[in-house]
């Protein structure tokens, strides 16, 4: 399974960016599809997760009302429509795949992990 994240870049307080996750290879099944980030010097986070029919999800506190987790099974496509961005939202976002149906914050319960990309919100 390989995911390839992009739609990063840089924003402006207050602004929208949408990042988008990408599945090839055996991208089957009813897998939770998760984001996490990490900013520099700092641990990586959770940040989202979805079940697969998009039934179920699960934010982190601090992007609760502001970012919003969705996926298109027939594209194997996971999005991340961020909203309302602040500048502690700067990090390198990654995209992961759940061993799981169930949605987790827990990054040991996901095995796969895209390369990341790179958001950045100035003041």
């Known amino acids: 399974v390989q995911l390839q994240a992009y739609g990063g870049g840089l924003a402006q307080a207050g602004g929208s960016l949408r990042l988008s996750c990408a599945a090839s290879g055996r991208s089957g099944g009813a897998h939770v599809m998760g984001w996490f980030r990490q900013a520099p010097g700092k641990e990586r986070q959770f940040v989202a997760a979805?079940?697969?029919?998009?039934?179920?999800?699960d934010y982190s506190n601090s992007v609760k009302g502001r970012f919003t987790i969705s996926r298109d099974n027939a594209e194997n496509t996971v999005y991340l429509q961020m909203n309302s961005l602040k500048v502690e939202d700067t990090a390198v976002y990654y995209c992961?795949?759940?061993?799981?149906?169930?949605?987790?914050?827990?990054?040991?319960?996901?095995?796969?992990w895209g390369q990341g990309t790179l958001v950045t919100v100035s003041s």
């Open positions: 992961a795949r759940s061993k799981y149906s169930l949605v987790s914050y827990d990054s040991r319960d996901y095995d796969y």
């Open positions: 979805i079940n697969w029919s998009g039934s179920s999800s």
